[in-house]
């Protein structure tokens, strides 16, 4: 029986961003997909952005790891794990506890110890630059979305895509990951399960560099560690018009090194 796969959506978006993904693996033999939504987050893009729950406001980046873990613990066996944006960071801390059977960290959020490049720093500025934004639920703008989130997607399909999957996010995750507080890992983890890190050469918010960057520290660990690069991509990878190819080297990859 294939290990059950765990999908982990990343801030802004819901578990719909995942669509394409679970569709792909349960077409191809994956008979468990599980994608569960972020803490106060089981709601549709359109109650998110009428009301969304203030306790969102509160959540850590560590509150965030305990969400999962607490599910994988419930789970009959580890499974193999697989994060977009802040959801590849939640990967990597999971991966880190000795958590899953290996891990897939896709544009990843980087851990301390990972330094940003300049043009992602630009790209999260609206969020670092937001009044009070520690404390707030905030909003990631059209503007914003098709710029550093989307850019490769062809324009008539920005509007689109904003509109079916942006959701408001809490400020305060951002602001952790950029002061390195809560989202340490240890590189040299003799305990870490296999990991795979997937850069886009477009990505302007987890640029290749960064992921790079994250890969040299990662692979000071025994455990298989292996990168990969897709041309012409953006952050939206996983969303956009051939995310199938990503979901086929992503299984071809977790069915050799899963353990």
Request: aromatic share 8%.
């Amino acid at each position: 029986m294939p290990k059950p796969i765990l999908l982990i959506h990343g801030a802004w978006v819901t578990t719909a961003s995942w669509s394409a993904f679970r569709t792909y693996f349960e077409q191809n033999g994956q008979t468990e997909v599980i994608v569960p939504p972020w803490p106060f987050m089981d709601k549709s893009v359109a109650e998110l952005r009428r009301n969304p729950d203030p306790r969102a406001a509160k959540l850590t980046i560590k509150a965030l790891v305990d969400h999962y873990d607490q599910i994988i613990r419930k789970l009959p066996e580890p499974p193999i794990l697989i994060g977009h944006s802040f959801g590849g960071l939640i990967v990597q801390m999971l991966l880190d506890r000795g958590l899953g059977a290996a891990g897939v960290a896709v544009d990843a959020g980087p851990p301390r110890g990972v330094l940003p490049s300049l043009t992602a720093i630009r790209s999260a500025l609206p969020v670092l630059s937001a009044w009070l934004g520690w404390t707030r639920i905030l909003t990631m703008s059209f503007k914003s979305f098709a710029t550093t989130f989307a850019n490769t997607l062809p324009e008539p399909q920005m509007r689109p895509a904003y509109d079916q999957h942006i959701v408001p996010a809490p400020g305060r995750i951002y602001f952790q990951a950029a002061l390195g507080i809560g989202n340490g890992v240890k590189f040299k983890n003799p305990a870490r399960p296999p990991l795979l890190l997937i850069a886009a050469t477009k990505d302007k918010t987890s640029t290749p560099s960064m992921v790079r960057a994250m890969y040299g520290k990662h692979k000071r660990a025994p455990s298989r560690t292996d990168i990969l690069e897709f041309e012409n991509r953006s952050h939206w990878l996983i969303a956009e018009k051939g995310s199938e190819e990503i979901a086929q080297a992503i299984l071809q990859w977790v069915l050799v090194n899963a353990r």
